[in-house]
């Protein structure tokens, strides 16, 4: 068990995931919270690419001198994942913007405001 | 005809008669006579029936297979022709009297009643005639909800609260009690049928039959024990002919039928006396009957009462059925049809006494039996089977009773039935002494509704004449507990 | 043509995808619909050759360009889920035919050709969920149906502004959802290699005592799925997404949508974590089993309180969800079993409760709570009625499929000798009961004298195919019980066929 600093990717990891929970969680804007989300999903992008590194490997491009490559999977699929992410991200803004046509606001606090208004 | 053929009549007949009163719904006269052309042929063949179990013919009826073992089975046991054979008879006359009550009382959605009517009567037989638990209970199911409208039927607050207390009770006690027990009963025994002896013994273990009595007894929330009771007395604001005919006869008696025919062809009745899994229903049921009997007592109004009474009724036949020895079957079974045919008259006769004088209340009855002596005379004869004098039919089942208590040497139930007959007296004959008696003659209008006084003549004189052929009777409630 | 059925597996899933680009460009909605049942039509001759292709050799494993594991993706269709792959394309058939009427009342015509080509990107991607048999493909096809979900889900704004919010809502949630299944993912790879789940099992058998890696992957991913399968308390996305999406979406997705994700989850269960047989005890007994009680009592328990008939259906979905999960969660042969059944019945029980409140909504152009839709039983007979069969199924009453789901529940219950979870569900039971009597009460019981208006058949046909096959299947039930047991031998066995 080398020292934990050995671990770095996994600290990493942990911070940007826990943030964007709490940005999602926390966030009255919306906007925000579709921020939160990418940084979340970012944090796992980090850790599944930190995790192809290989000690001593090299780009996994076939040549004469290294033996040891880096694994290429996890960036594959990390790529897959980064597509979904921005689809997601997209999708996300092109709904805040019909709220906003549609509520005048993307602030939480004053949608639900509206709600209680529109029940009563 | 051959069996089948007998069979799958006698279950569509009231199913035919629905129909038949929809299609004529604007010629009332028409209308009205399909409950009784559909009651004289459903009786015939349950008369033909009755006596056909007697010379050892099988009346089966299999459909189809439903799931591993439980087929879609009617099977026609001794108790069961007992049951079709009074619901049909009464059927006839309760059409009738509807058609009196009905129209004396101006009551409005009179098809609708009579379209119900029918399909709770075919939901009663079919429950009469099924041949495993689970038919009993498919069909079990579709009376509570058929005779809902019935209950509901005048529509306002009252009717509708009434409708919501009948529905949640039955059909609550039904899928949280009934349900498990028979799903219990078929994982233990890969069976449903209701089998000559039971199925139960040696596949279903003794310590958990105490268990499965009580959900089935409180399942059953149409026997109407106590605590399970509150839905008889709600149903009462319904117009007087589903009273009559369907909370003093089909309905509730659809409830301790259930309740009898899992004693004797499930759980089986030696089974039941060696595991005395049922003693502390003796002692329920007897409780039921005082209490019901005493709470009546403190009834005024007229249906109350008679409500109460039924309550205290039924709790006899599950006392019978708890007793489980031969004479307390015998007496459960006849009491049946002794209880039937006593509470249709005094519940036919009450409402002929609001057709006919607009009174539901008994301290509101003084000199009626002047006016009226013909409804009181009915009601006397019904009241007096009821208490179990001889020669009245209601005496036999009491008889059986007492006899089968003392078998069991419950001695103390034998007693009990005792005061509950006494009481019985005060509570039921009051109302014709208070009829009779000069001082309170007070100038109320005198409808005529012929209709409604000669069904319960008919009953009440039945109690009193079918006595002298007891015979008849006792020959296939042996059948039931050979 | 041979080749055409060869590829019978990727064909499922693409072709409908690709046809979504395709009809996204239709201006006609008329048109559009057309292309999709097209699809659709081929899509169930597919799954019929699927079907006959399993019963003559067995486990089919199809692999993507030929790549063996641990390299290619693969698609896996075996006993668990043949019977949902029939299901599926048949239902999303009749759904669809349903659906045009729906569509054109709900959704503005030019908008259309999108709706549709967002309805096969969510056929499409189900499908996927359901052959898959690789756990990082699992997530890409999660996340198109989601995006498919949101855009359908949003697309009810016509109606009702708050769509947008119950679609935004559903992003949010679905997406964290997925991700930490992702998270899992990655856990599960870095330990193993491989993301084949064949090849996943056999990699896990080195770590037979369990690392602490792999069980932080497991629960990573089971959290994921519970999230995008709506299990308490995971659940609160789900009552807004399916009330006021467009009614034939809600529909499609009550039916199909946790189910197939439902299959997989239980998958990774049995399957690919069997060998860690104490995480999996722990999880189930005091996990699952405790939270789909909850899910149970408290999806009744506030669908009793809801005004509104597509909440209502939406908080007992999650009531219905809790009992296909709780019968999962006991551990053997007959509640494996029970699960199966009860995903089968429910998918067509809720189906049809949607699509006929569904022609209710179009007919009302407004929300249908309990007062507008009073006395509707008279004005609208046929699909009264329809509605009528399929809650006495939810209910479980017998002749109708809910009661063999509730029949074989119970079973597994008593074998394992649950019974105080057997008193609660018969008191669940009977609580459903409850919500079920008001809608019932309210269409049927009420004064309005409504004269029957005449229904347009094109919507109640659908509707009343799904109603009689409820009685169907109550009655003949065997084909969904062969299916099932199918299903859950196949899962017991360790699924390394």
């Given at each position: 068990?080398?020292?934990?600093?050995?671990?770095?990717?996994?600290?990493?990891?942990?911070?940007?995931?826990?943030?964007?929970?709490?940005?999602?969680?926390?966030?009255?804007?919306?906007?925000?919270?579709?921020?939160?989300?990418?940084?979340?999903?970012?944090?796992?992008?980090?850790?599944?690419?930190?995790?192809?590194?290989?000690?001593?490997?090299?780009?996994?491009?076939?040549?004469?001198?290294?033996?040891?490559?880096?694994?290429?999977?996890?960036?594959?699929?990390?790529?897959?994942?980064?597509?979904?992410?921005?689809?997601?991200?997209?999708?996300?803004?092109?709904?805040?913007?019909?709220?906003?046509?549609?509520?005048?606001?993307?602030?939480?606090?004053?949608?639900?405001?509206?709600?209680?208004?529109?029940?009563? | 005809?051959?069996?089948?053929?007998?069979?799958?009549?006698?279950?569509?007949?009231?199913?035919?008669?629905?129909?038949?009163?929809?299609?004529?719904?604007?010629?009332?006269?028409?209308?009205?006579?399909?409950?009784?052309?559909?009651?004289?042929?459903?009786?015939?063949?349950?008369?033909?029936?009755?006596?056909?179990?007697?010379?050892?013919?099988?009346?089966?009826?299999?459909?189809?297979?439903?799931?591993?073992?439980?087929?879609?089975?009617?099977?026609?046991?001794?108790?069961?022709?007992?049951?079709?054979?009074?619901?049909?008879?009464?059927?006839?006359?309760?059409?009738?009297?509807?058609?009196?009550?009905?129209?004396?009382?101006?009551?409005?959605?009179?098809?609708?009643?009579?379209?119900?009517?029918?399909?709770?009567?075919?939901?009663?037989?079919?429950?009469?005639?099924?041949?495993?638990?689970?038919?009993?209970?498919?069909?079990?199911?579709?009376?509570?909800?058929?005779?809902?409208?019935?209950?509901?039927?005048?529509?306002?607050?009252?009717?509708?609260?009434?409708?919501?207390?009948?529905?949640?009770?039955?059909?609550?006690?039904?899928?949280?009690?009934?349900?498990?027990?028979?799903?219990?009963?078929?994982?233990?025994?890969?069976?449903?049928?209701?089998?000559?002896?039971?199925?139960?013994?040696?596949?279903?273990?003794?310590?958990?039959?105490?268990?499965?009595?009580?959900?089935?007894?409180?399942?059953?929330?149409?026997?109407?024990?106590?605590?399970?009771?509150?839905?008889?007395?709600?149903?009462?604001?319904?117009?007087?002919?589903?009273?009559?005919?369907?909370?003093?006869?089909?309905?509730?008696?659809?409830?301790?039928?259930?309740?009898?025919?899992?004693?004797?062809?499930?759980?089986?009745?030696?089974?039941?006396?060696?595991?005395?899994?049922?003693?502390?229903?003796?002692?329920?049921?007897?409780?039921?009957?005082?209490?019901?009997?005493?709470?009546?007592?403190?009834?005024?109004?007229?249906?109350?009462?008679?409500?109460?009474?039924?309550?205290?009724?039924?709790?006899?036949?599950?006392?019978?059925?708890?007793?489980?020895?031969?004479?307390?079957?015998?007496?459960?079974?006849?009491?049946?049809?002794?209880?039937?045919?006593?509470?249709?008259?005094?519940?036919?006769?009450?409402?002929?006494?609001?057709?006919?004088?607009?009174?539901?209340?008994?301290?509101?009855?003084?000199?009626?039996?002047?006016?009226?002596?013909?409804?009181?005379?009915?009601?006397?004869?019904?009241?007096?089977?009821?208490?179990?004098?001889?020669?009245?039919?209601?005496?036999?089942?009491?008889?059986?009773?007492?006899?089968?208590?003392?078998?069991?040497?419950?001695?103390?139930?034998?007693?009990?039935?005792?005061?509950?007959?006494?009481?019985?007296?005060?509570?039921?004959?009051?109302?014709?002494?208070?009829?009779?008696?000069?001082?309170?003659?007070?100038?109320?209008?005198?409808?005529?509704?012929?209709?409604?006084?000669?069904?319960?003549?008919?009953?009440?004189?039945?109690?009193?004449?079918?006595?002298?052929?007891?015979?008849?009777?006792?020959?296939?409630?042996?059948?039931?507990?050979? | 043509?041979?080749?055409?059925?060869?590829?019978?597996?990727?064909?499922?899933?693409?072709?409908?995808?690709?046809?979504?680009?395709?009809?996204?460009?239709?201006?006609?909605?008329?048109?559009?619909?057309?292309?999709?049942?097209?699809?659709?039509?081929?899509?169930?001759?597919?799954?019929?050759?699927?079907?006959?292709?399993?019963?003559?050799?067995?486990?089919?494993?199809?692999?993507?360009?030929?790549?063996?594991?641990?390299?290619?993706?693969?698609?896996?269709?075996?006993?668990?889920?043949?019977?949902?792959?029939?299901?599926?394309?048949?239902?999303?058939?009749?759904?669809?035919?349903?659906?045009?009427?729906?569509?054109?009342?709900?959704?503005?015509?030019?908008?259309?050709?999108?709706?549709?080509?967002?309805?096969?990107?969510?056929?499409?991607?189900?499908?996927?969920?359901?052959?898959?048999?690789?756990?990082?493909?699992?997530?890409?096809?999660?996340?198109?149906?989601?995006?498919?979900?949101?855009?359908?889900?949003?697309?009810?704004?016509?109606?009702?502004?708050?769509?947008?919010?119950?679609?935004?809502?559903?992003?949010?949630?679905?997406?964290?959802?997925?991700?930490?299944?992702?998270?899992g993912?990655?856990?599960?790879?870095?330990?193993?290699?491989?993301?084949?789940?064949?090849?996943?099992?056999?990699?896990?058998?080195?770590?037979?005592?369990g690392?602490?890696?792999i069980f932080a992957g497991m629960s990573f991913m089971l959290i994921?799925l519970m999230?995008?399968?709506?299990v308490?308390?995971?659940?609160?996305?789900?009552?807004?997404?399916?009330?006021?999406?467009?009614?034939?979406?809600?529909?499609?997705?009550?039916?199909?949508?946790?189910?197939?994700?439902?299959?997989?989850f239980v998958?990774i269960l049995y399957?690919v974590f069997s060998?860690y047989n104490d995480y999996l005890i722990l999880f189930l007994d005091y996990i699952l089993l405790p939270l789909s009680?909850?899910?149970?009592?408290?999806?009744?328990?506030?669908?009793?309180?809801?005004?509104?008939?597509?909440?209502?259906?939406?908080?007992?979905?999650?009531?219905?969800?809790?009992?296909?999960t709780?019968?999962f969660s006991i551990k053997?042969?007959?509640?494996?079993?029970?699960?199966?059944?009860?995903?089968?019945?429910?998918?067509?029980?809720?189906?049809?409760?949607?699509?006929?409140?569904?022609?209710?909504?179009?007919?009302?152009?407004?929300?249908?709570?309990?007062?507008?839709?009073?006395?509707?039983?008279?004005?609208?007979?046929?699909?009264?009625?329809?509605?009528?069969?399929?809650?006495?199924?939810?209910?479980?009453?017998?002749?109708?499929?809910?009661?063999?789901?509730?029949?074989?529940?119970?079973?597994?219950?008593?074998?394992?000798?649950?019974?105080?979870?057997?008193?609660?569900?018969?008191?669940?039971?009977?609580?459903?009961?409850?919500?079920?009597?008001?809608?019932?009460?309210?269409?049927?019981?009420?004064?309005?004298?409504?004269?029957?208006?005449?229904?347009?058949?094109?919507?109640?046909?659908?509707?009343?195919?799904?109603?009689?096959?409820?009685?169907?299947?109550?009655?003949?039930?065997?084909?969904?019980?062969?299916?099932?047991?199918?299903?859950?031998?196949?899962?017991?066995?360790?699924?390394?066929?």
């Amino acid at each position: 068990m080398t020292n934990l600093l050995f671990f770095w990717n996994h600290f990493a990891f942990i911070i940007l995931m826990v943030s964007g929970l709490f940005i999602i969680i926390t966030s009255q804007n919306y906007i925000k919270k579709i921020v939160g989300l990418a940084i979340f999903q970012t944090s796992v992008f980090v850790f599944f690419v930190s995790l192809a590194k290989i000690i001593d490997g090299t780009a996994p491009i076939l040549n004469s001198t290294n033996n040891v490559y880096s694994n290429p999977l996890p960036h594959v699929l990390i790529l897959t994942a980064i597509v979904v992410g921005v689809a997601t991200s997209a999708l996300g803004l092109a709904i805040v913007l019909q709220i906003y046509k549609n509520y005048g606001s993307i602030e939480e606090n004053e949608i639900k405001k509206e709600e209680l208004k529109e029940n009563n | 005809m051959s069996n089948e053929g007998l069979m799958i009549l006698g279950l569509l007949t009231p199913l035919f008669a629905a129909f038949g009163s929809y299609c004529f719904k604007n010629n009332v006269n028409v209308r009205d006579s399909f409950g009784v052309l559909g009651g004289i042929v459903t009786f015939l063949i349950s008369l033909k029936i009755f006596n056909g179990l007697q010379a050892d013919e099988q009346y089966v009826l299999n459909l189809f297979t439903l799931f591993d073992g439980v087929d879609f089975l009617f099977n026609i046991t001794p108790l069961g022709s007992i049951f079709s054979l009074v619901a049909s008879s009464l059927w006839i006359l309760a059409s009738i009297y509807t058609v009196g009550y009905m129209r004396g009382a101006a009551e409005e959605n009179q098809t609708r009643f009579v379209i119900f009517y029918s399909i709770a009567i075919h939901a009663a037989l079919a429950i009469a005639w099924s041949g495993n638990l689970l038919m009993l209970f498919i069909f079990y199911e579709i009376l509570t909800f058929s005779t809902f409208p019935l209950v509901g039927h005048k529509q306002n607050s009252e009717s509708q609260a009434a409708g919501r207390v009948y529905l949640s009770i039955l059909v609550g006690t039904s899928l949280v009690l009934f349900l498990p027990a028979i799903f219990w009963i078929w994982f233990e025994t890969g069976s449903l049928n209701f089998t000559s002896g039971g199925i139960l013994e040696g596949k279903f273990p003794t310590e958990h039959l105490m268990f499965l009595i009580a959900m089935l007894v409180f399942g059953i929330g149409k026997a109407a024990i106590m605590p399970i009771h509150r839905w008889l007395p709600a149903a009462m604001v319904a117009p007087t002919p589903v009273s009559a005919l369907l909370h003093a006869v089909a309905v509730v008696k659809a409830g301790v039928f259930s309740f009898l025919m899992v004693v004797v062809y499930i759980i089986g009745p030696d089974y039941l006396l060696q595991s005395k899994a049922s003693n502390w229903l003796v002692w329920l049921s007897s409780f039921t009957i005082l209490t019901a009997s005493i709470i009546a007592i403190s009834k005024d109004d007229l249906k109350a009462r008679l409500a109460y009474s039924t309550i205290s009724q039924l709790s006899y036949i599950i006392l019978g059925a708890a007793l489980a020895t031969t004479f307390a079957l015998k007496g459960a079974s006849f009491h049946i049809i002794t209880h039937a045919i006593g509470k249709i008259t005094l519940f036919f006769c009450a409402g002929a006494i609001y057709v006919t004088a607009h009174v539901k209340k008994i301290s509101e009855l003084g000199g009626l039996g002047f006016k009226t002596p013909m409804i009181f005379f009915a009601y006397t004869l019904g009241a007096l089977s009821i208490i179990g004098v001889p020669p009245f039919i209601g005496s036999w089942s009491k008889l059986f009773l007492v006899i089968g208590s003392l078998e069991a040497d419950f001695l103390f139930v034998a007693i009990l039935l005792g005061i509950s007959s006494l009481l019985n007296i005060y509570y039921l004959l009051q109302p014709v002494f208070i009829a009779f008696n000069k001082k309170n003659i007070k100038n109320i209008k005198i409808t005529n509704a012929p209709l409604t006084i000669w069904p319960p003549m008919i009953t009440g004189v039945g109690c009193l004449f079918l006595f002298f052929f007891s015979n008849y009777f006792l020959n296939i409630i042996n059948g039931v507990v050979a | 043509m041979n080749i055409f059925l060869d590829d019978a597996p990727a064909l499922v899933v693409v072709l409908p995808l690709l046809l979504a680009a395709i009809v996204a460009f239709i201006p006609s909605p008329r048109l559009a619909w057309f292309i999709t049942i097209v699809t659709l039509v081929i899509h169930v001759l597919l799954s019929i050759e699927l079907l006959s292709s399993f019963s003559s050799f067995g486990a089919i494993i199809y692999e993507f360009g030929n790549w063996p594991p641990p390299w290619g993706i693969s698609f896996k269709l075996d006993g668990v889920n043949i019977g949902l792959q029939i299901l599926f394309s048949a239902f999303v058939l009749i759904a669809t035919i349903y659906a045009r009427k729906i569509f054109l009342s709900e959704i503005d015509p030019e908008d259309s050709g999108k709706a549709y080509s967002f309805w096969l990107l969510a056929i499409g991607s189900l499908n996927g969920i359901i052959l898959t048999n690789d756990i990082f493909n699992l997530f890409v096809f999660l996340e198109i149906s989601a995006l498919s979900s949101i855009s359908l889900i949003s697309l009810g704004a016509g109606t009702n502004r708050k769509a947008l919010l119950a679609a935004f809502n559903y992003l949010i949630i679905g997406a964290i959802g997925a991700t930490f299944y992702v998270i899992g993912v990655g856990f599960a790879y870095a330990m193993t290699g491989t993301l084949n789940m064949n090849d996943l099992i056999i990699q896990l058998t080195q770590y037979s005592e369990g690392q602490l890696a792999i069980f932080a992957g497991m629960s990573f991913m089971l959290i994921g799925l519970m999230v995008k399968s709506a299990v308490f308390p995971l659940h609160l996305w789900l009552p807004p997404a399916y009330s006021y999406a467009p009614s034939a979406v809600s529909t499609l997705f009550a039916a199909l949508a946790t189910k197939a994700i439902l299959i997989f989850f239980v998958r990774i269960l049995y399957e690919v974590f069997s060998i860690y047989n104490d995480y999996l005890i722990l999880f189930l007994d005091y996990i699952l089993l405790p939270l789909s009680l909850v899910a149970i009592f408290v999806g009744t328990i506030i669908a009793i309180y809801q005004d509104d008939i597509k909440k209502l259906l939406a908080y007992s979905s999650i009531a219905q969800i809790g009992y296909i999960t709780l019968a999962f969660s006991i551990k053997d042969n007959t509640g494996v079993l029970a699960g199966f059944v009860h995903i089968f019945n429910h998918a067509l029980i809720k189906g049809g409760l949607f699509m006929a409140v569904g022609y209710l909504a179009i007919a009302l152009k407004d929300r249908v709570t309990l007062q507008s839709i009073e006395g509707y039983g008279q004005k609208f007979p046929i699909t009264s009625y329809a509605l009528l069969i399929c809650g006495l199924s939810l209910i479980g009453l017998p002749l109708t499929n809910g009661f063999i789901s509730k029949l074989y529940i119970f079973q597994a219950l008593y074998i394992n000798e649950m019974f105080l979870t057997i008193a609660l569900v018969a008191l669940s039971s009977a609580l459903a009961v409850i919500y079920f009597w008001k809608i019932v009460e309210k269409l049927f019981f009420s004064s309005k004298g409504y004269k029957a208006t005449s229904e347009d058949p094109a919507i109640y046909i659908p509707i009343w195919i799904i109603a009689i096959s409820l009685i169907y299947f109550g009655i003949f039930s065997s084909s969904i019980v062969e299916f099932s047991s199918i299903a859950s031998e196949s899962l017991i066995k360790g699924g390394i066929n």
